[in-house]
């Protein structure tokens, strides 16, 4: 359900009224169903009209801002509820489970996308003008906020930028940079610097997180993957459940399912080709682990969502 209204009741209408403006400028570059990168650097725009299937999908280090429309997220036993009046924050590749809870014709779910840009991050954040606390503390990797009217703002002319093109290659990285600092400004701020900050056990568990989703396919020794992060065994169990809401054998098994399922849906991979693939040595492991997660074997759930259309989970938000 929307949450327009504030602490005292009364409708911010600057806010809804931004809200508003936004979707409209995004619905009128995204006419189709999908996700479409723009010709802004980073920037891509997402529709839906209806309501989806739950659907995996690997998340990268971006910005979602939801205009409108009702979308959860799981990732790792936790659910994210995000509305037109939110944002998601990703800091980390993440595994992740969604689904489209409220869409149609007339209101599809519109959202902004904006890739992030850690060196970009840290440029901001080493500024002599920028204040951060000393302390960091440990954070997920995937966070929802509420979108303020500066943030609200920041992206309505990012997004006005696709009506002036000339005006992209010297505005659009200034914008850019704003809505990050107004990210790390925002009470989900913490959420980014732990992440970018050199030194930092977030930062040092987010290399560890890098280089597994790289590898996921190779057999996970957890020694090599704390030797990655610089720390202990337990101390890097600790850290990397903290910031993924997962185990690292559970992150690994995650990828390796969504990878499969991607290469069984697009590219026509039947279950024991995509199993060896991602790293499986059993096929029959593989349909069990996959069965568990997904609710049905491989092969009857690829030919479930190809008989009901379900979009190519390359292309799902």
Not at 143 to 171: H, K, M, N, T, W
Request: proline letters at 5%; hydrophobic letters at 40%.
């Amino acid at each position: 359900m929307a949450r327009d209204k504030d602490a005292n009741g009364n409708l911010p209408s600057r806010a809804v009224a931004m809200r508003k403006d936004l979707a409209r400028k995004i619905a009128a570059h995204i006419r189709m169903d999908g996700k479409e990168a723009t010709g802004v650097p980073g920037l891509s725009l997402y529709r839906k009209s209806a309501p989806t299937q739950c659907t995996s999908a690997a998340y990268e280090p971006e910005l979602i801002v939801f205009v409108q429309g009702e979308k959860r997220i799981n990732v790792g036993g936790t659910t994210l509820e995000c509305n037109e009046s939110t944002f998601l924050l990703t800091s980390i590749d993440m595994p992740v489970v969604s689904q489209v809870t409220k869409a149609s014709r007339e209101e599809p779910i519109l959202a902004l996308m904006l890739k992030l840009e850690m060196p970009m991050v840290r440029e901001i954040l080493s500024q002599e003008e920028f204040h951060v606390p000393e302390a960091v503390s440990a954070t997920r990797g995937m966070a929802v906020g509420e979108s303020s009217v500066e943030l609200l703002d920041a992206c309505s002319r990012l997004l006005d930028l696709l009506d002036a093109p000339q005006d992209i290659p010297f505005l659009s990285n200034l914008i850019q940079r704003e809505v990050i600092y107004r990210l790390l400004r925002g009470p989900r701020g913490e959420n980014l610097r732990a992440i970018a900050t050199l030194g930092e056990q977030s930062n040092r568990t987010a290399k560890a997180v890098a280089w597994l989703r790289e590898n996921y396919a190779k057999p996970l020794r957890v020694e090599d993957l704390a030797s990655v992060a610089q720390m202990g065994v337990s101390t890097l169990h600790h850290h990397f459940r903290s910031l993924t809401a997962m185990s690292p054998l559970q992150y690994q098994k995650q990828l390796r399912l969504h990878t499969a399922r991607v290469r069984m849906l697009t590219d026509g991979m039947d279950a024991a080709s995509a199993a060896f693939e991602v790293g499986y040595e059993s096929p029959s492991q593989f349909s069990r682990e996959y069965s568990r997660f997904f609710g049905q074997p491989p092969m009857r759930d690829i030919k479930a969502r190809q008989l009901t259309g379900a979009a190519s989970e390359r292309d799902s938000l």
